[in-house]
Each structure stands twice: as C-alpha cells, then as structure tokens.
C-alpha cells in the first residue's frame, strides 16, 4: 500500500516537471523570436549591449537577455506648438507649425539621440521662434515659405547626426497681437475706401467722356441732317423751278396774253383814270384784237397755238435734262438717307464711323452747278 502511494506521489512530480518543463520551453521559444513588421525596424541589445538591426519577417535572438527597441521607418507628422515670438520691428506673434521627418538611420536614431522625436519637436520650437525673430511682421505675414525653407535648413544639420531627415517644414499660422489685428484691420479699411475712391472718381470721369464724346457724335448727326435737309430743300426748290419752266413751255404765248388781259381786267377796275402799258404787253394785245376781230392773221386760218422755246432757250431752261436732273436729285437723295442710318446705328453701337458718312455728304455738291444753273435761269 505505502508502495502504491509513493509510486504515485513520483507519477504526479514526474508529471508536474514535465509541465514546467513545456511551459518552460513554450516561454524560451516566444522570447527567441520576434516578428518585426514591413515598415518598421528593430534595434537590438544583449546584457544591454547593441547587436544589430532586426529587419522586416522573423528574427531570432537570445532569450531572457535581449531587448528591442522598434523604430517607425515610415514618414511621420510632428506637430510645433504654438509659440510667441517678437519680430525684428518689436511686434509680438504668435505662430505654430508641422514637420514631417523620416527616420533614415535607426542605428543612430537609437544610439545618439534618446528620444528623437522629443529633440526634434524642441529643436524646431526654437527654430521657429529664432526665424521669426529675425523677419519684419509683413514678411512673416506674406512670406510663408521663405519661413518654411529656412527652419528646414536649420533643422537638417543635427537632425542628420541623429539619422533623421526632416523633409518639410509648413507653418500654419501666423497671427499678430490683438491690437496690430486692429491696426491692420484699419489700414485695410483705408485702403479699400481709397481704391473705392478712386474708382468712383475713374468711373464719373469715363461717363463724363463717354457723354461728351456722345454728344459730339449727336451734334456732328444733327449738323449732317440740317446740311442734307438744305441740300434737300435747294433741290426741291430747282426742280420746282425747272418745272414752272416747262410748265411756262406748255402755255405758250396764247396763255401769257390770257393772263396779261386779265392783269388789264384788275387794272380798269381801279379808281385811277391814266395808265402806263408797257410795249411788250401793247404788242400782245394787238396780236390777240387781230385773231378776234378776223384780221389777216385769223384769214390765213392760223390760231395762236402754244409756241415752243427755241433751242437756245431750252438749253438755258435745261428742258431737255429734266429727267436726268430728277435721277441724279433722287439717286442723292438716297444715298444721303443711307449715310445718315448708319451714322446713327454706329453711334447707337458705341463705336461711330463717319468717313462713309462724310464721303456720301461730299460727293452731292457735284451735282449742283447744274442744279444751280437752272435755278438761275
């Protein structure tokens, strides 16, 4: 029985070393691999001495003694505190910003530097500060990447001792104190009311010229109207000359002694009893007794027919180019009506042309010596 027991007791630490045993060997081959991801790497140390880099898979290493430090060796964002500065004219701002670096060198990001991002974040505060310092408000109000370009160059030569590129630097914002804001703020509600002022007094000045310039177009218009409204109107008088003319032609003699008996009518009516006749009209009513009273001139059995003007005189009257005359009246006529709708839908349009205009004026005159000749006649 005591046999049995004790065979037991041994079964059971036989099995109870075994576990630890398992457990034993489960722990040892976990602490002897490590798995480092695709973007990062490992710094190792053993008994706290560096080794080497673990790189991206599975690495193996000595249990129990090794540690691991892992470094990120993708682009990473810092982001700069907000931090106060003086510019060099004395003006107090403010301003924060963002670096993006890159771990290039994880060996020397783990050996010299304790905390990489803690020293970059610092180095960049001063920076920041220092850059500004050193730059007027207006520069660092509009010269944002000359403040980015020159951070990052100060930036570059410790962090590459520590493995580190910096590879942009963008500040966010720049803001002045309360009372330069409002300063600003005034200075810019000036200038905007005296660029308003300006252009309102450009603008009156362009209405004022465009209205004069239009009121020259409409004056040399209407001068152009009343130039072609007494041409119009010397013409119209010439053809009613012309025409009374012709008109004189188809009386004829026997027409002319009609109305001088009927001038003799108006004069025997009035009160004075002595008259003065003129021999033209003398001859005229004896030829007009002779045909009433059936002398020789009604025996030969001719009448006093209309008589026709003889050549000299029907080209004095210009009989024979009455119709060529109206042609050329209305062929003028015309064109000066023409000239004056496209003088008004230029000015109309804004943009007048009056040489066609002015043309169409200065060829009419040529057809009035002729006119004139006539009128004269």
């Known amino acids: 029985m005591n046999d049995l027991i004790t065979l037991q007791i041994s079964t059971l630490g036989f099995g109870i070393v075994g576990l630890l045993v398992l457990l034993l ?21 053993v008994f706290g001495e560096y080794r080497s880099l673990l790189e991206p898979g599975i690495n193996f290493i000595p249990p129990f003694v090794s540690r691991t ?14 931090q106060e500065a003086i510019t060099r004219d004395n003006s107090p701002v403010t301003a924060d910003a963002v670096v993006y670096l890159r771990v290039m060198d994880a060996k020397r990001a783990f050996l010299e530097v304790e905390d990489y991002k803690t020293a970059v974040s610092n180095l960049a505060q001063t920076t920041l500060r220092a850059v500004i310092g050193d730059m007027e408000l207006d520069d660092t109000l509009n010269k944002r990447q000359e403040i980015n370009t020159r951070i990052r160059k100060e930036l570059d030569e410790p962090t590459d001792e520590w493995g580190i590129r910096v590879e942009s630097v963008e500040v966010r914002e720049v803001n002045p104190s309360q009372e330069v804001q409002q300063a600003m703020e005034q200075q810019t509600g000036a ?3 005296r660029r308003a002022t300006i252009l309102e007094a450009q603008g009156q000045r362009r209405s004022a010229v465009e209205k004069a310039e239009g009121d020259k177009q409409s004056n040399i218009i209407r001068a152009q109207g009343e130039k072609q409204s007494q041409i119009l109107e010397a013409q119209g008088d010439a053809i009613s000359t012309v025409l009374r003319a012709k008109s004189a032609e188809s009386m004829g003699e026997r027409a002319i002694i009609d109305k001088g008996m009927e001038t003799l009518e ?5 009160e ?26 009604a025996a030969s059995g001719q009448r006093l027919d209309s008589l026709e003007f003889d050549p000299e005189t029907r080209e004095l009257l210009g009989l024979d180019d009455i119709k060529e005359i109206l042609g050329e009246i209305e062929k003028a006529a015309e064109m000066d009506v023409a000239g004056l709708e496209q003088q008004a839908k230029a000015v109309k349009d804004g943009e007048p042309n009056f040489e066609r205009a002015d043309d169409a004026v200065e060829d009419e005159p040529a057809a009035e010596p002729e006119e004139q000749t006539s009128v004269s006649s």
Not at 69 to 82: G, L, S
Not at 274 to 284: A, D, G, M, R
Not at 287 to 297: M, N, P
């Open 69 to 82: 430090y892992t470094f990120d060796m993708r682009t990473q964002t810092m982001d700069v505190p907000r």
């Open 266 to 270: 108006a004069i025997g009516q009035g």
């Open 272 to 297: 004075s009893t002595t008259f003065v006749l003129p021999q033209e009209l003398t001859s005229l009513v004896g030829r007009y007794g002779k045909h009433l009273t059936g002398s020789d001139v």
């Open 25 to 45: 060997a489960v722990v040892t081959v976990w602490q002897m691999v490590r798995f480092v991801d695709a973007y990062d790497k490992q710094a190792l140390t």
């Open 191 to 193: 200038e905007r009311r």
